[in-house]
């Protein structure tokens, strides 16, 4: 077993999920308050059950040639593909890759996105359930979008989901060291724990100096006041 399957706990669980061989819970650790547990329906959805971002996210990537940044179970992949695009499905956890050829991802792709190659150039790069927070440190986000400039088409864009989180030190005594988005995580499944990582979570008004810097357009298309999630494209300048 190779050193990334040893901790891939999160690829275990999905893979266990589909194979009805599940071994208890996904657990997530945090470091500002309990242990959460998260349910792997989520990631084995069917439209009607996915949240009106995911709806509204998936009915905007209507171009021809999609990549779907860390697919996971393939969910938002199968759906796209059912409707006729051309979607390739990455993700870096050889466990999720499983699944998704399992369950009939047409073109999956083992990689890490920054060291993705590929002939091809995609018009639309998607990104769903804050699948922006993979990057995890909000100085990498530049390094992102010239990734994605690489990978997509001169009219490409880019559809993602976030979260302003600034109501978690409003609720916590936590104390902000650096960006307040830059959260750290840790996996546990059947009494493995993976290694803690970060994952970030992008304000809008961040983001869009962000972009700007780099030279890309942000559009709000939807946003729940209440929870500070909120659903974005990107696009070239």
């Not at 792997?40 to 995911?54: Q, W």
């Not at 509204?56 to 393939?74: F, H, Q, V």
């Given at each position: ?5 040893k ?32 349910p ?15 709806q ?19 969910t ?47 018009d ?5 359930m ?30 993602f ?54 030279g ?22």
């Open positions: 077993m190779s050193a990334y399957k901790y891939d706990v999160h690829g275990k669980a999905l893979l266990d999920y589909y194979n009805e061989k599940q071994q208890g819970p996904l657990i997530i650790h945090n470091y500002y308050g309990d242990p959460e547990e998260m792997l329906i989520h990631y084995f959805k069917d439209f009607e059950d996915f949240t009106s971002i995911e509204e996210a998936l009915l905007e990537s209507t171009r021809e040639k999609i990549l779907d940044i860390g697919a996971a179970a393939g938002h992949a199968l759906f796209l593909q059912s409707k006729g695009y051309d979607i390739t499905a990455l993700d870096t956890s050889e466990f999720c890759c499983e699944v998704m050829k399992k369950r009939g991802v047409q073109k999956v792709e083992c990689a890490d996105f920054f060291h993705y190659q590929s002939k091809e150039k995609y639309t790069l998607l990104l769903l804050n699948g922006i927070g993979f990057i995890g440190e909000v100085k990498k986000f530049k390094d992102f979008l010239k990734k994605a400039d690489e990978l997509s088409t001169d009219d490409g864009i880019i559809i989901d976030s979260s302003d989180i600034t109501y978690l030190y409003d609720e916590t005594d936590l104390k902000v060291e650096g960006y307040f988005g830059e959260v750290d995580y840790q996996y546990e499944y059947n009494g493995e724990k993976g290694e803690w990582f970060k994952w970030l979570y992008l304000d809008y008004d961040k983001l869009k100096s962000l972009a700007k810097q780099s890309w357009k942000v559009t709000m298309i939807d946003e729940d006041s209440e929870t500070g999630h909120y659903l974005v494209k990107l696009e070239k300048q």
